[in-house]
């Protein structure tokens, strides 16, 4: 048997009882906390690495045959509803106009609403407002204003040459 604890010995053992258990509290908190951050943090970093030479091959045959039109709402279509899908996983329903899947990339997804709804307007225009009247100019402006929400959706540059 142990010898019985003596008067100096009780205010220790009682100090020992209660701050260790508070200790390995404050050190899970602190874990979890951290594995959180990590995990939300990850899931907000995560960079878009799609194959898109395909694509954009695609987009420069279009253009080079005379079909800016089909050209820009394949960019539109294709290439950034691809790039919103792998980074957010978020597709386009079918009873979303445009200019709704701008306001839930901007209101959702975070993205900046100073890039998004000058393209999205800029496609608009294109498709509705004056089909079949557009000319290089449009198209390089709109390619133009689509670079920043590629940087912002893949880290990258988004450059053309052609």
Same mark, same amino acid.
């Given at each position: $048997?142990?010898?019985?604890?003596?008067? @100096?010995?009780?205010?220790?053992?009682?100090?020992?009882?209660? #701050?260790?258990?508070?200790?390995? @509290?404050?050190?899970?908190?602190?874990?979890?906390?951290?594995?959180?951050?990590?995990? *939300?943090?990850? *899931?907000?970093?995560?960079?878009?690495?799609?194959?898109?030479?395909? *694509?954009?091959?695609?987009?420069?045959?279009?253009?080079?045959?005379?079909?800016?039109?089909?050209?820009?709402?394949? $960019? #539109?279509?294709?290439?950034?509803?691809? $790039?919103?899908?792998?980074?957010?996983?978020?597709?386009?329903?079918?009873?979303?106009?445009?200019?709704?899947?701008?306001?839930?990339?901007?209101?959702?997804?975070?993205?900046?609403?100073?890039?998004?709804?000058?393209?999205?307007? *800029?496609?608009?225009?294109?498709?509705?407002?004056?089909?079949?009247?557009?000319?290089?100019?449009?198209?390089?402006?709109?390619?133009?204003?689509?670079?920043?929400?590629?940087?912002?959706?893949?880290?990258?540059?988004?450059?053309?040459? #052609?």
């Amino acid at each position: $048997l142990p010898p019985p604890p003596t008067p @100096g010995e009780i205010p220790f053992l009682a100090f020992f009882m209660v #701050f260790i258990p508070i200790m390995v @509290g404050v050190v899970v908190a602190l874990a979890g906390y951290g594995y959180y951050r990590y995990k *939300k943090s990850d *899931k907000e970093s995560k960079v878009v690495n799609l194959p898109l030479e395909d *694509k954009i091959l695609n987009l420069k045959i279009l253009k080079e045959s005379g079909r800016l039109e089909e050209s820009l709402s394949y $960019l #539109f279509n294709a290439i950034y509803m691809d $790039l919103i899908n792998a980074k957010y996983g978020r597709t386009r329903k079918n009873t979303e106009t445009i200019r709704d899947f701008a306001i839930v990339s901007v209101t959702q997804l975070n993205l900046t609403p100073t890039t998004i709804y000058p393209f999205i307007q *800029k496609v608009e225009e294109i498709i509705y407002a004056k089909p079949f009247q557009i000319n290089e100019r449009d198209f390089y402006s709109t390619i133009e204003l689509f670079s920043p929400i590629y940087h912002q959706l893949t880290g990258y540059n988004f450059v053309i040459n #052609f």
